[in-house]
């Protein structure tokens, strides 16, 4: 009879967080492992017999492992040994990459994408994203960084295509919001002869599909699921808009995905805003793509903070189409500043006075500063607003209740003497534009953050047929279409939330109005990129106007927004983004808040109070 082996010495395998790995020691070698776990800065000892360890360091220093005495009786888990073998050849790719002596080594020319797409593949690419596709074949994994708006979908479909033709994968995985559904979809519908079986993930989805869609939201009770149906056939996993995962294993949506990357035979990112708020978010994101080695070159590629040097060192990890690129017309983006009346002006300094006091005890407490945000954009805005609240339908993040000021304050005898019909400036505005647009044939898209702005929109608009779409819209498609074929219908009404990502409106809407917008860069340029993409005729004028009321927070925000798109710029060496955060002066919270950005609302605060 064949001799068993003898039991392993040392098993790795993955821990209950798919993000650290489990060592666990067989009997006779708790001392060893305890050696063996003080060579890793992120191990947590949870027994005698078994440690954890954050999976990028134990990638990064396999070399600790060596000094495992008996090597021979070490047992991996399959798929963490195939991460492992895996990141050990990204490193090199990597590295031959990165350095700028090397010669190019497994080159795919753009020239070759159509016969490596295979017979199946009918709809046409552009030059740039034949550029694209070529490049992200000639990685093993890859990144996306084009702006919004490039067609980035068609290319992850070509992409995926070609890996299938080539028989490297059989399955694909698309991770992103509910908005990029309809694009997956239709994509799939217009590249492919014989579109792939593509279902969105449910109990009821189909187990044989080809492709499954399933946003954000879902992923971290659905992890486990996903993850099987990833391991068993060869499966690219691909991220569209990839900044939602930006904060990596610090966030929900990140964790899950990391979670999930070791999974996928290949994976691959979208996303036209990498690094909306600094370096950190491309790290993280570079961390799905290349666990290990790709996240730790990532790093020394951006120390020191020069980043023209950085964008130039990393621009052979990822492909990206520039603005100038899709030769679209130019985008004549305005802000318009209005005065509040006296009242709401009075209202606005004494909710400074109430916060200020607030606000400099809890520098560390994002969430309190992000609440106090919240109430600022909504006094800015129309003062109303702070007595009704937020409804359970805005994001988690700007879910704040009515503003109960202490009574006999200066701030309760003015919300008390606030007349409900006034109308905000801003709303004056938003009607005199959407009036002067529907005049001329022109449909407008109106961003507002808060739901209740866009429900009393909805009423002074009346007249305009508007469309209303939030996180309680469930008619969403259906709504949309509305927009784009009733004559009557010239005004859709939305938040960037909701409507900034994955969705196409440049065939039939040329005009933007922001009411309020917040800190988050990347959700910004997302929703400016709705109504500006391919495809635009180059005799359109399309027209971006932000209002901004005067002296208050907005215009902080303004300012911030054109530090994180200048910094963007630099990034991914791109001219054209920097050019979008100048905008052009015309008399008249929460999501993404950094540490600058709290600097520059404390500032504010202080002005204001003093």
Known sequence: MPVPPPPPSLSIEFGDSMTKARLRAGSGCEADLRRLALRFTSSVQRSPGTAEVEIDELLTNLVALAAWPAADSVVWDPQL???????????????????????????????????????????????FQ???????????????????????TRVGLAVFQALRHAGAVERLLVVGPKSCYEAWQDENRHCLDEPLRMDVFSRDADSAADSLLVNYERLDGAANELGQWLSARPSLLLLDEAHRMKLGAAGTYGAACLALGPRARHRLILTGTPAPNGVRDLENLFGFVWPGHGRQKVVQAVAGGDLAKASRVLKPLFTRTTKDELGLPPVITTMRTVQMPPLHQEVYEALIGRFSARAAGSEGDFQALGKIIVYMLMAATSPALLSVGTTRYEPLAY??????????????????????????????????????????????????????????????????????????????????????????????????????????????????????RDFAAGRFLQSLDRIHRLGLDPDIETRITVLASEGTIDEVVDQRLSDKLQFLGRILDDPAVQRLADLDEEPAFGGGLDQRDLQALMGHLRARAA
């Not at 090397?102 to 017979?119: F, H, K, S, T, Y």
């Not at 709504?479 to 990502?501: K, Y």
Request: glycine share 6%; charged share 25%; with cysteine.
């Open 130 to 152: 034949r550029r694209d596709v070529a490049k992200l074949l000639s990685l093993r994994h890859g990144a996306n960084f084009s702006v919004p708006g490039a067609g980035k």
């Open 399 to 516: 879910q704040v209740p009515p503003l109960a000021p202490a009574e006999g304050t200066p701030l309760f005898e003015l919300m008390r003497d606030l007349p409900s019909y006034e109308m905000s400036p801003k709303y004056q505005e938003v009607l005199a534009i959407v009036a002067e647009n529907a005049a001329r044939g022109r449909k407008t898209l109106v961003w507002s953050t808060f739901i209740r702005s866009l429900n009393t929109l909805e009423r002074i608009l009346a007249a305009y047929s508007p469309v209303v779409i939030h996180g309680a819209t469930e008619d969403r498609e259906a709504q949309i279409e509305r927009f784009r074929r009733d004559p009557d219908c010239m005004v859709l009404l939305s938040n960037p939330a909701t409507l900034g990502e994955g969705m196409s409106l440049h065939h039939d809407c040329h005009d933007a109005v922001y009411v309020d």
């Open 81 to 127: 040994a195939a991460l492992a073998t895996d990141s050990a050849k990204d490193a090199q790719t990597v590295a031959r990459r990165l350095d700028p002596g090397a010669e190019p080594a497994g080159e795919v020319d753009p020239e070759q994408v159509a016969n490596l797409l295979g017979p199946a593949w009918r709809a046409a690419l552009t030059p």
